[in-house]
DNA sequence: CCAATATAGATGCAGTTGCATTCACATGAG
DNA sequence: CTCATGTGAATGCAACTGCATCTATATTGG
Protein backbone atom coordinates (compact mmCIF):
# COMPACT_ATOMS: atom_id res chain seq x y z
CA UNK A 1 0.00 0.00 0.00
CA UNK A 2 1.54 3.30 -1.10
CA UNK A 3 1.86 5.47 1.47
CA UNK A 4 3.25 9.05 1.16
CA UNK A 5 5.35 10.93 3.94
CA UNK A 6 3.21 13.76 5.46
CA UNK A 7 5.69 16.25 4.44
CA UNK A 8 4.84 15.32 0.73
CA UNK A 9 1.16 15.84 1.19
CA UNK A 10 1.30 19.10 3.02
CA UNK A 11 3.91 20.11 0.25
CA UNK A 12 1.15 19.32 -2.47
CA UNK A 13 -1.91 20.77 -0.69
CA UNK A 14 -0.54 24.04 0.16
CA UNK A 15 1.03 24.03 -3.40
CA UNK A 16 -2.93 23.63 -4.53
CA UNK A 17 -4.02 26.24 -2.21
CA UNK A 18 -1.64 28.86 -2.83
CA UNK A 19 -2.38 28.85 -6.34
CA UNK A 20 -5.80 28.97 -6.06
CA UNK A 21 -5.63 32.00 -4.14
CA UNK A 22 -2.93 33.68 -5.80
CA UNK A 23 -4.35 33.21 -9.64
CA UNK A 24 -8.28 34.36 -8.28
CA UNK A 25 -6.75 37.34 -6.41
CA UNK A 26 -4.67 38.16 -9.90
CA UNK A 27 -7.70 37.03 -12.02
CA UNK A 28 -9.78 39.19 -9.97
CA UNK A 29 -7.55 42.37 -10.06
CA UNK A 30 -7.60 41.92 -13.73
CA UNK A 31 -11.18 42.07 -14.29
CA UNK A 32 -11.93 44.84 -12.13
CA UNK A 33 -9.50 46.89 -14.75
CA UNK A 34 -11.11 45.61 -17.32
CA UNK A 35 -8.58 43.48 -18.55
CA UNK A 36 -8.40 40.22 -20.31
CA UNK A 37 -7.78 36.78 -18.30
CA UNK A 38 -4.32 35.65 -17.04
CA UNK A 39 -3.55 32.97 -19.60
CA UNK A 40 -4.38 36.18 -22.25
CA UNK A 41 -1.04 37.56 -20.79
CA UNK A 42 1.00 34.46 -20.76
CA UNK A 43 0.14 33.85 -24.49
CA UNK A 44 1.24 37.70 -25.42
CA UNK A 45 4.12 37.42 -23.42
CA UNK A 46 5.29 34.33 -25.71
CA UNK A 47 4.32 35.76 -28.24
CA UNK A 48 5.90 39.13 -27.95
CA UNK A 49 9.26 37.19 -27.39
CA UNK A 50 9.05 35.63 -30.48
CA UNK A 51 9.32 39.17 -32.77
CA UNK A 52 9.48 39.82 -35.06
CA UNK A 53 9.25 36.32 -36.94
CA UNK A 54 6.39 35.19 -35.45
CA UNK A 55 5.40 31.74 -34.10
CA UNK A 56 3.22 29.05 -34.54
CA UNK A 57 0.20 27.88 -32.52
CA UNK A 58 1.92 24.39 -32.34
CA UNK A 59 5.19 25.80 -30.51
CA UNK A 60 2.93 28.22 -28.30
CA UNK A 61 1.21 25.38 -26.93
CA UNK A 62 4.17 23.79 -26.04
CA UNK A 63 5.50 26.64 -23.82
CA UNK A 64 2.37 27.52 -22.50
CA UNK A 65 1.01 23.82 -21.87
CA UNK A 66 -1.90 24.20 -23.19
CA UNK A 67 -3.58 21.81 -25.36
CA UNK A 68 -4.10 22.10 -28.69
CA UNK A 69 -7.58 22.68 -28.84
CA UNK A 70 -7.29 24.59 -26.61
CA UNK A 71 -4.60 26.79 -27.88
CA UNK A 72 -6.45 27.03 -31.28
CA UNK A 73 -9.44 28.78 -29.13
CA UNK A 74 -7.15 30.77 -27.31
CA UNK A 75 -5.83 32.43 -30.41
CA UNK A 76 -9.31 32.72 -31.54
CA UNK A 77 -10.57 34.65 -29.30
CA UNK A 78 -7.38 36.80 -28.88
CA UNK A 79 -7.63 37.46 -32.83
CA UNK A 80 -11.48 38.54 -32.11
CA UNK A 81 -10.37 40.49 -29.86
CA UNK A 82 -8.30 42.42 -32.28
CA UNK A 83 -4.98 41.61 -30.47
CA UNK A 84 -2.75 39.04 -32.70
CA UNK A 85 -2.82 38.25 -36.30
CA UNK A 86 -3.12 34.46 -37.87
CA UNK A 87 -1.32 34.52 -41.25
CA UNK A 88 -0.76 31.22 -43.04
CA UNK A 89 2.87 29.94 -42.59
CA UNK A 90 5.07 30.22 -45.80
CA UNK A 91 6.82 27.46 -45.53
CA UNK A 92 4.18 24.81 -44.31
CA UNK A 93 0.98 24.91 -45.93
CA UNK A 94 -0.96 23.61 -42.97
CA UNK A 95 0.16 26.16 -40.26
CA UNK A 96 -0.16 29.37 -39.00
CA UNK A 97 2.49 32.23 -37.66
CA UNK A 98 1.13 34.69 -35.26
CA UNK A 99 1.74 37.90 -34.24
CA UNK A 100 0.85 40.48 -32.30
CA UNK A 101 -1.20 43.67 -33.27
CA UNK A 102 -0.43 47.25 -31.40
CA UNK A 103 -3.16 46.44 -30.04
CA UNK A 104 -1.83 43.38 -28.16
CA UNK A 105 1.50 44.96 -27.41
CA UNK A 106 -0.56 47.29 -25.45
CA UNK A 107 -2.75 45.27 -24.21
CA UNK A 108 0.10 43.66 -22.45
CA UNK A 109 1.60 46.34 -21.62
CA UNK A 110 -1.32 47.19 -19.53
CA UNK A 111 -1.94 43.90 -17.99
CA UNK A 112 1.32 43.64 -16.69
CA UNK A 113 1.25 46.10 -13.39
CA UNK A 114 -1.66 45.05 -12.83
CA UNK A 115 -0.68 41.32 -12.58
CA UNK A 116 2.60 42.86 -10.98
CA UNK A 117 0.89 44.47 -8.43
CA UNK A 118 -0.80 41.59 -7.45
CA UNK A 119 2.51 39.33 -7.17
CA UNK A 120 4.22 42.03 -5.46
CA UNK A 121 1.98 42.71 -2.52
CA UNK A 122 0.72 39.00 -2.12
CA UNK A 123 4.08 36.90 -2.19
CA UNK A 124 7.11 39.55 -1.35
CA UNK A 125 5.88 40.59 2.04
CA UNK A 126 6.41 36.90 3.30
CA UNK A 127 9.64 35.94 2.33
CA UNK A 128 12.95 37.16 2.52
CA UNK A 129 15.36 37.44 -0.84
CA UNK A 130 16.43 33.94 -0.08
CA UNK A 131 13.65 32.02 0.74
CA UNK A 132 11.83 33.29 -2.43
CA UNK A 133 14.97 31.61 -4.58
CA UNK A 134 14.79 29.25 -2.46
CA UNK A 135 10.98 28.24 -3.07
CA UNK A 136 10.97 28.87 -6.84
CA UNK A 137 14.43 26.35 -6.47
CA UNK A 138 12.28 23.58 -4.72
CA UNK A 139 9.40 24.31 -6.93
CA UNK A 140 10.99 24.33 -10.73
CA UNK A 141 11.83 20.32 -9.40
CA UNK A 142 8.89 19.66 -9.71
CA UNK A 143 7.23 21.16 -12.98
CA UNK A 144 10.38 19.83 -14.97
CA UNK A 145 11.23 23.20 -15.57
CA UNK A 146 10.15 26.07 -17.92
CA UNK B 1 5.97 51.34 -11.51
CA UNK B 2 6.26 48.14 -9.67
CA UNK B 3 8.36 45.82 -10.30
CA UNK B 4 8.23 42.43 -8.42
CA UNK B 5 11.87 40.71 -7.96
CA UNK B 6 13.09 38.13 -10.36
CA UNK B 7 12.34 35.68 -7.23
CA UNK B 8 9.19 36.55 -6.81
CA UNK B 9 8.37 36.00 -10.73
CA UNK B 10 10.24 32.73 -10.45
CA UNK B 11 8.43 31.23 -7.47
CA UNK B 12 5.29 32.52 -9.08
CA UNK B 13 5.98 30.88 -12.28
CA UNK B 14 7.31 27.41 -11.12
CA UNK B 15 4.65 27.46 -8.80
CA UNK B 16 1.88 27.88 -11.44
CA UNK B 17 3.91 24.92 -13.89
CA UNK B 18 4.18 22.61 -10.85
CA UNK B 19 0.76 23.01 -9.72
CA UNK B 20 -0.43 22.15 -13.82
CA UNK B 21 1.93 19.22 -14.46
CA UNK B 22 0.92 17.66 -11.10
CA UNK B 23 -2.71 18.47 -11.44
CA UNK B 24 -3.27 17.08 -14.91
CA UNK B 25 -0.84 13.68 -13.95
CA UNK B 26 -3.37 13.08 -11.38
CA UNK B 27 -6.30 13.65 -13.24
CA UNK B 28 -5.21 11.64 -15.75
CA UNK B 29 -4.49 8.72 -13.56
CA UNK B 30 -7.89 9.10 -11.63
CA UNK B 31 -9.21 8.99 -15.26
CA UNK B 32 -7.42 5.65 -16.43
CA UNK B 33 -8.69 3.61 -13.18
CA UNK B 34 -11.97 4.90 -14.20
CA UNK B 35 -12.44 7.19 -11.34
CA UNK B 36 -14.21 10.20 -10.61
CA UNK B 37 -12.34 13.62 -10.80
CA UNK B 38 -9.62 15.13 -8.47
CA UNK B 39 -12.42 17.97 -6.90
CA UNK B 40 -14.49 14.70 -5.83
CA UNK B 41 -11.84 13.21 -3.88
CA UNK B 42 -11.57 16.55 -1.55
CA UNK B 43 -15.27 16.86 -1.41
CA UNK B 44 -15.46 13.15 -0.29
CA UNK B 45 -12.97 13.41 2.47
CA UNK B 46 -14.03 16.40 4.00
CA UNK B 47 -17.88 15.24 4.15
CA UNK B 48 -16.09 12.04 5.62
CA UNK B 49 -14.20 13.85 7.95
CA UNK B 50 -17.62 15.64 9.09
CA UNK B 51 -18.95 12.25 10.09
CA UNK B 52 -21.02 10.99 11.72
CA UNK B 53 -22.93 15.03 12.05
CA UNK B 54 -22.81 15.05 8.66
CA UNK B 55 -21.91 19.18 6.91
CA UNK B 56 -23.19 21.55 5.27
CA UNK B 57 -23.01 22.64 1.66
CA UNK B 58 -22.09 26.21 3.30
CA UNK B 59 -19.43 24.82 5.56
CA UNK B 60 -17.90 22.72 2.46
CA UNK B 61 -17.23 25.35 0.42
CA UNK B 62 -15.55 27.54 2.86
CA UNK B 63 -13.31 24.18 3.59
CA UNK B 64 -12.65 23.68 -0.42
CA UNK B 65 -12.21 27.45 -1.69
CA UNK B 66 -15.45 26.90 -4.17
CA UNK B 67 -17.51 29.52 -4.74
CA UNK B 68 -21.03 28.66 -3.85
CA UNK B 69 -22.81 28.12 -6.84
CA UNK B 70 -19.42 25.28 -7.70
CA UNK B 71 -20.36 23.91 -4.10
CA UNK B 72 -23.91 23.54 -5.38
CA UNK B 73 -23.40 21.81 -8.34
CA UNK B 74 -20.73 19.18 -7.36
CA UNK B 75 -23.24 17.98 -4.61
CA UNK B 76 -25.70 17.89 -7.62
CA UNK B 77 -23.24 15.70 -9.66
CA UNK B 78 -22.13 13.57 -6.37
CA UNK B 79 -25.32 12.92 -5.29
CA UNK B 80 -26.45 11.86 -8.77
CA UNK B 81 -23.69 9.53 -9.16
CA UNK B 82 -24.86 8.27 -5.65
CA UNK B 83 -22.10 9.14 -3.50
CA UNK B 84 -23.59 11.59 -1.46
CA UNK B 85 -26.73 11.95 0.30
CA UNK B 86 -28.55 15.62 0.84
CA UNK B 87 -30.91 16.10 3.52
CA UNK B 88 -33.11 19.08 4.73
CA UNK B 89 -31.25 20.43 7.86
CA UNK B 90 -33.14 19.90 10.78
CA UNK B 91 -32.47 23.40 12.74
CA UNK B 92 -32.44 25.64 9.23
CA UNK B 93 -34.94 25.53 7.23
CA UNK B 94 -33.16 26.82 4.55
CA UNK B 95 -29.91 24.70 4.61
CA UNK B 96 -29.12 20.59 3.85
CA UNK B 97 -26.68 18.30 5.83
CA UNK B 98 -24.36 16.11 3.37
CA UNK B 99 -23.54 12.99 4.35
CA UNK B 100 -21.21 9.89 2.48
CA UNK B 101 -22.93 6.77 1.04
CA UNK B 102 -21.71 3.65 1.36
CA UNK B 103 -20.68 4.17 -2.28
CA UNK B 104 -19.12 7.79 -1.83
CA UNK B 105 -16.85 5.78 1.02
CA UNK B 106 -15.27 2.82 -0.74
CA UNK B 107 -14.96 5.71 -3.70
CA UNK B 108 -13.10 7.82 -1.49
CA UNK B 109 -11.06 4.75 -0.69
CA UNK B 110 -10.64 3.59 -4.21
CA UNK B 111 -9.43 7.28 -5.17
CA UNK B 112 -6.73 7.19 -2.61
CA UNK B 113 -4.29 4.80 -3.75
CA UNK B 114 -4.14 6.42 -7.44
CA UNK B 115 -3.76 9.97 -5.57
CA UNK B 116 -1.21 8.80 -3.62
CA UNK B 117 0.60 6.66 -5.90
CA UNK B 118 1.21 9.90 -8.48
CA UNK B 119 2.12 12.44 -5.15
CA UNK B 120 4.73 9.77 -4.09
CA UNK B 121 6.04 9.12 -7.64
CA UNK B 122 6.31 13.10 -9.14
CA UNK B 123 7.06 14.72 -5.64
CA UNK B 124 9.18 12.29 -3.05
CA UNK B 125 11.95 11.76 -5.50
CA UNK B 126 12.72 15.01 -5.87
CA UNK B 127 13.36 16.28 -2.51
CA UNK B 128 14.98 15.26 0.85
CA UNK B 129 12.46 14.61 3.89
CA UNK B 130 13.42 18.44 4.99
CA UNK B 131 13.40 20.09 1.84
CA UNK B 132 9.75 18.64 1.26
CA UNK B 133 9.31 20.09 4.96
CA UNK B 134 11.01 23.44 3.80
CA UNK B 135 8.46 23.73 0.87
CA UNK B 136 5.42 22.70 2.75
CA UNK B 137 6.11 25.85 5.08
CA UNK B 138 7.08 28.48 2.52
CA UNK B 139 3.88 27.49 0.50
CA UNK B 140 1.38 28.18 3.67
CA UNK B 141 2.11 31.23 4.22
CA UNK B 142 1.37 32.28 0.59
CA UNK B 143 -2.27 30.15 0.90
CA UNK B 144 -3.35 32.14 4.03
CA UNK B 145 -3.25 28.66 5.55
CA UNK B 146 -5.42 25.27 4.81
C1' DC C 1 -45.69 41.29 15.40
C1' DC C 2 -43.74 43.54 10.90
C1' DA C 3 -40.48 45.26 7.68
C1' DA C 4 -35.85 45.33 6.25
C1' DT C 5 -31.90 42.92 5.65
C1' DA C 6 -28.96 38.83 5.62
C1' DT C 7 -27.92 33.98 4.61
C1' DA C 8 -28.44 29.09 2.33
C1' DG C 9 -28.84 27.24 -1.76
C1' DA C 10 -30.47 26.70 -6.86
C1' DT C 11 -30.48 28.02 -11.61
C1' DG C 12 -30.65 30.38 -16.55
C1' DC C 13 -27.43 31.89 -19.61
C1' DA C 14 -23.20 32.70 -21.87
C1' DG C 15 -18.60 31.45 -22.19
C1' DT C 16 -14.95 27.80 -21.62
C1' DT C 17 -13.00 23.20 -21.49
C1' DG C 18 -12.28 18.17 -22.63
C1' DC C 19 -12.80 14.61 -25.85
C1' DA C 20 -13.02 12.71 -30.14
C1' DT C 21 -13.00 13.42 -34.72
C1' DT C 22 -12.12 15.74 -38.98
C1' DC C 23 -9.66 18.18 -42.63
C1' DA C 24 -5.64 19.55 -44.95
C1' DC C 25 -1.07 19.41 -45.99
C1' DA C 26 3.69 16.99 -45.26
C1' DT C 27 6.80 13.26 -45.39
C1' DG C 28 8.80 8.90 -46.32
C1' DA C 29 8.89 4.10 -48.29
C1' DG C 30 8.51 1.56 -52.26
C1' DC D 1 4.60 9.20 -58.47
C1' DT D 2 1.48 7.03 -54.97
C1' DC D 3 0.00 5.29 -50.90
C1' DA D 4 0.45 5.05 -45.96
C1' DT D 5 1.44 7.47 -42.13
C1' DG D 6 2.36 11.64 -39.47
C1' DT D 7 1.60 16.45 -38.06
C1' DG D 8 -0.81 21.23 -37.65
C1' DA D 9 -5.00 23.03 -36.74
C1' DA D 10 -10.27 23.35 -36.36
C1' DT D 11 -14.67 21.88 -34.58
C1' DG D 12 -19.28 19.38 -32.83
C1' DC D 13 -20.83 17.96 -28.68
C1' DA D 14 -21.29 17.33 -23.84
C1' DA D 15 -19.73 18.74 -19.48
C1' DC D 16 -18.24 22.45 -16.54
C1' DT D 17 -17.60 27.38 -14.88
C1' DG D 18 -18.65 32.26 -13.90
C1' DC D 19 -22.00 35.62 -13.29
C1' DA D 20 -26.18 37.35 -11.99
C1' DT D 21 -30.35 36.51 -10.17
C1' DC D 22 -33.96 34.13 -7.71
C1' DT D 23 -36.42 31.63 -3.98
C1' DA D 24 -36.93 30.52 0.65
C1' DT D 25 -35.97 30.80 5.25
C1' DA D 26 -33.56 33.39 9.22
C1' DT D 27 -32.43 37.31 11.90
C1' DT D 28 -32.58 41.87 13.56
C1' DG D 29 -34.51 46.44 14.76
C1' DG D 30 -38.44 48.82 15.98
Same mark, same amino acid.
Given at each position: ????????????????????????????????? %??????????????????????????L??????????????? %??????????????? %?????????????????????????????T??????????????????????????
Open positions: MIKPKPQTVAAWTSLVSANRVLLETIEDALKRA %DLPPLSWYDALLEIERAEPGGIRPFEKERLLLPQYGMSRLL %DRMARAGLVDRDDAE %DDGRGQVVRLTPKGRTTRQAMWPVYAGVLRRIEPHFTDAEAAELARLLQRLGGGR
